[in-house]
């Protein structure tokens, strides 16, 4: 429809749009007969592109937005001629039209863009400008002026910045305008760039951050040369002089015998200055002479044990120094496999008969140093009530213990057992030898510690020139840290992944990434006498009120898909693959509780009812519903798993209390927690399920299903019983819950390509520690 555009104005027609940026009743008026446009800011591009047009006191006066004009090039015709004609913005489905004589002016869409972006960098208003030049710089790449206005953005807003001490982003507006517009003041831009370096290379020195220091220089020579940029000359120069200086410290500490001194300064000398005379050499040497590997870990060992089961840094630094009597060296198609670290052993067909054959012959101090009647004393305690090692399993498969010969322990067992060595689980130390209890018997001893630092020394002579003298394990702050560290060369080994580090960390060519073998049961075990919590029903509540699946896949595995983890139903792992024989406690039939928190919610009335009803029954008070003291052992997946629990059970109506455990320890002590996120290595479920529902285990269990179930396992004769028992006890579990499962890991580890002899399924990470090599 064709109309004169003056009926439209002269008429007093206002159209006012509602848009939802910025204030709910913004309006943006896009006609006027009188005056301009306001200036409305960044507001503008969120309204339509368009042009506005300006007419002549003689027509009206006024103005209108009008859908972008097709002019050719978008360039104003220089001598128009007839009407133009064109669309309103809000007005859908006409068109206007207007002599060109009525015209005064046009304002373009892009050139209004410009104006503002100018205006703006003139105020120093550079995140306001920044908008309007990203469009310009999208929509109208060729516009004449535009590369201009481009570099004096950069140029200012870098200024800006410096004068703010922001030298980081300085130096990066200032590289981005060198790459981008050469030509722009390149005396000026090359002397900033220099003095902004200068400024940025002072910061880092005192920081300590030599290597990135390093590392920023070698770029920016590579991409300027020394000739273009003055800082670099001196800085290199200053480098050159601080790495000679750390390269002469190392010579000498080399020389009086103190190799850690003399690796660290070695390789921060080749940190400085990568390309310095004798560097790597001076490494290799060092590390020739006193080999040393430095592993990552989430948590450093307070306690060390190889046989426990919830403390993944006690098991792992243990096995560094303590030996154990049978030794789990991975999983076979009926249960664990184990070692018997002195030697070989025998069973008799019917399996009523175990006996351990001493080969010390084949062993070096100080197991070589063992005595057959140390070890028949040593398991004959195991089974000895009212001594602290007595274990009920052990007690209740054994009915005799006897020698023949000095290098032949006989163990006669009242039934036959599927698996004996797994009872057998034993630490050894130096008492076995007549020597001090607690001293080492591993291939390293614990020799000094700091706050985040522990440092295992080789406990006798090394076997060969090549072995490690030292392990140092080093506590990292989080995760991502302990990966920055690995890639970087500042770490050897990680022991424990994220499994997005370790998606991440397999893409590098210097790096193995392996997973372990055996996964964990990640679970919430009740620890106080918290009235609520000893509720199975109260229990059952907590469970439907936990969305797991969305913690596991979400929180913790960060949307990746990694086979073997999984929410689970019960204690014991599911195993990694489908007919996986790690999983023969598992029963696959009972699937998980869903994320039900109505359900939850219904749940704990009906509990609240219970309680009250047993308490008017008994005329005592109601127990106070306290809050909930949730504790988790200081690594960032447990506190970012518990972090995610607590909101779930926030929105219950729960009172939580997070309680995050001193480093190394894994199991609040009496009156500070009230149930304990832990992760469990439940992998011989036939031993491992008292030590976990027992009421000697963590769970510390009365209840008279569980025990039943317990003890059926314990007097299974074959692979069948033991299989239906643990299928009856984690059916038991399921309903009773006297743990609360959550779900089942994956872990894996992370080494340099440089560090051999890690080997292959290893259960714990320093399993072949004493074979480990550095091969630079």
């Known amino acids: 429809m064709n109309i004169k555009i003056q009926s439209l104005l ?32 960044l507001e503008l591009l969120q309204e339509e592109p368009h042009d506005i047009i300006y007419l002549t006191e003689e027509s009206g006066g006024g103005w209108v937005k009008a859908r972008l004009l097709d002019f050719p090039g978008r360039k104003i015709p220089s001598e128009p001629k007839g009407v133009l004609q064109f669309e309103v913005i809000g007005i859908e489905l006409k068109k206007f039209v207007t002599d060109w004589k009525n015209i005064e002016k046009i ?3 892009e050139i209004r863009l410009e104006r503002e972006t100018a205006e703006m960098i003139a105020e120093e208003d550079f995140e306001g400008a920044y908008p309007f030049l990203s469009v310009l710089i999208r929509d109208y790449p060729n516009r004449p002026g535009l590369r201009k206005l481009r570099s004096e953005f950069l140029w200012k807003d870098a200024i800006k910045r410096a004068k703010s001490g922001e030298f980081e982003a300085t130096l990066a507006m200032l590289e981005e305008l060198w790459r981008y517009a050469p030509e722009f003041q390149p005396k000026t831009v090359l002397g900033a760039l220099s003095g902004v370096t200068d400024k940025l290379m002072i910061k880092l020195v005192k920081d300590g951050d030599l290597e990135h220091a390093q590392q920023m220089l ?5 991409d300027y040369g020394e000739s273009r940029l003055a800082s670099i000359s001196k800085w290199n120069k200053l480098f050159l002089q601080l790495a000679q200086k750390k390269q002469t410290e190392a010579i000498a500490a080399l020389e009086a015998k103190d190799y850690r001194a003399a690796r660290a300064l070695s390789r921060e000398s080749v940190a400085v200055r990568p390309d310095i005379d004798g560097g790597k050499e001076l490494i290799r040497k060092i590390d ?10 989430l948590q450093t060992a307070t306690v060390l044990d190889p046989t426990r089961i919830d403390n993944w840094a006690s098991r792992r630094a243990g096995r560094l120094v303590y030996r154990t009597l049978f030794e789990m060296k991975g999983a076979g198609p009926e249960g664990g496999e184990y070692d018997f670290v002195f030697g070989e052993t025998e069973t008799t067909p019917y399996r009523t008969q175990f006996d351990l054959v001493l080969e010390t012959e084949k062993l070096k101090p100080p197991l070589s140093e063992i005595q057959g009647f140390t070890i028949a004393d040593k398991i004959a305690e195991r089974a000895t009530r009212n001594t602290p090692e007595y274990f009920s399993p052990w007690a209740a498969a054994v009915t005799a213990i006897g020698m023949d010969g000095p290098k032949r322990v006989e163990c006669t067992l009242r039934r036959p057992h599927v698996l004996p060595s797994c009872l057998l689980q034993i630490p050894i130390d130096g008492s076995w030898f007549g020597g001090k209890e607690g001293a080492p018997t591993g291939a390293y001893k614990r020799d000094a510690e700091s706050d985040d630092t522990v440092r295992y020394i080789l406990a006798a002579e090394p076997e060969t020139p090549a072995q490690l003298r030292e ?10 840290d302990g990966v920055s560290m690995l890639l970087q060369g500042e770490l050897d080994v990680l022991d424990q992944l994220f499994p997005a580090d370790a998606v991440r960390l397999s893409k590098s060519r210097d790096i ?3 997973n372990y073998p055996l996964p964990t049961v990640h679970m919430l075990v009740p620890c106080s006498d918290h009235a609520y919590l000893a509720e199975r029903t109260f229990r059952r509540a907590l469970v439907y009120g936990i969305n797991r699946a969305d913690i596991l896949n979400g929180e913790l595995l960060e949307g990746l898909e990694v086979p073997g983890c999984q929410v689970v139903s019960g204690p014991f792992p599911a195993g990694i693959e489908m007919d996986d024989p790690l999983g023969y406690a598992y029963d696959k039939s009972i699937a998980p509780r869903r994320y039900e928190p109505r359900l939850a919610k219904l749940l704990m009335t009906l ?5 009250k009803a047993i308490a ?12 909930i003291r949730l504790a988790f052992p200081a690594d960032n997946l447990s506190r970012v798993a518990c972090e995610a629990i607590m909101s779930q059970w926030q929105l219950l109506d729960l009172k939580i209390e997070l309680v995050e455990l001193p480093v190394g320890r894994t199991y609040p002590d009496p009156g500070t927690a009230d149930i304990v996120y832990v992760s469990a290595a439940i992998w011989e479920p036939i031993i491992d399920a008292r030590r976990l529902l027992g009421p000697e285990g963590l769970a510390g269990s009365s209840d008279q299903l569980v025990g039943l179930g317990l003890r059926r396992i314990e007097e299974a004769r074959d692979w069948r019983m033991v299989r239906d028992g643990l299928l009856d006890l984690h059916a038991i579990a399921h309903h009773e819950l006297p743990v609360l499962p959550l779900w089942q890991m994956v872990d894996s580890y992370a080494y340099r390509r440089e560090l051999t002899g890690v080997g292959n399924d290893i259960v714990s990470l320093y399993q072949n520690a004493d074979k480990w090599q550095l091969n630079q």
């Open 616 to 627: 008017d029954r008994k005329k005592e008070t109601v127990p106070e519903m306290k809050p």
């Open 288 to 297: 020739t002479i006193y080999p040393l590997v430095r592993v990552g870990v």
């Open 607 to 611: 509990n609240a009812n219970q309680m």
């Open 218 to 222: 070698a770029r920016l020579e590579k």
């Open 512 to 514: 193995r990434v392996k």
């Open 471 to 480: 392990v140092v394990e080093i506590r990292q702050a989080s995760a991502s």
């Open 107 to 109: 304002d373009l869409w």
């Open 10 to 41: 002269y008429a007093g027609v206002w159209l006012l749009c509602t848009v939802g940026a910025g204030s709910a009743s913004a309006q943006i008026v896009n006609y006027s007969d009188s005056g301009v446009p306001d200036r409305v800011g």
